[in-house]
Nanobody
Framework: QVQLVESGGGLVQPVGSLRLSCAAS????????MGWYRQAPGKERELVAV???????DYGDSVRGRLTISRDNAKNTVYLQMNSLKPEDTAVYYC??????????WGQGTLVTVSS
């Protein structure tokens, strides 16, 4: 089994910044991709950002240019630097891991609230 532990969520004012972290542990044999998704109340889960093992990235349209994903392969950890946050960024952020044989694992989620 794979465990994903997220940290770094919380309350932040508009235009503020937060940094989320997600550490993977357990039976990790090969990681194809790690990333972040989010789900706001009453909405479907959506892509925030993903990063492959070779460093290729992809972002959701609503966060492109404001959020940056990075990873430390040696630590099996992925980070999400969130800048210029808006109230509409308020959501539960979920870490995701896709293995090379296409198994998907999810973290428990961390709440980000952007409010004054």
């Amino acid at each position: 089994q794979v465990q994903l532990v997220e940290s770094g969520g919380g309350l932040v004012q508009p235009v503020g910044s937060l940094r989320l972290s997600c550490a993977a542990s357990g039976s990790i044999f090969s990681i194809r991709r790690m990333g972040w998704y989010r789900q706001a109340p009453g909405k479907e889960r959506e892509l925030v950002a993903v990063i492959t093992s070779d460093g290729s990235t992809d972002y959701g349209d609503s966060v492109r240019g404001r959020l940056t994903i990075s990873r430390d392969n040696a630590k099996n950890t992925v980070y999400l630097q969130m800048n210029s946050l808006k109230p509409e960024d308020t959501a539960v952020y979920y870490c995701s891991l896709l293995t090379r044989n296409y198994l998907v694992f999810w973290g428990q989620g961390t709440l980000v609230t952007v409010s004054s």
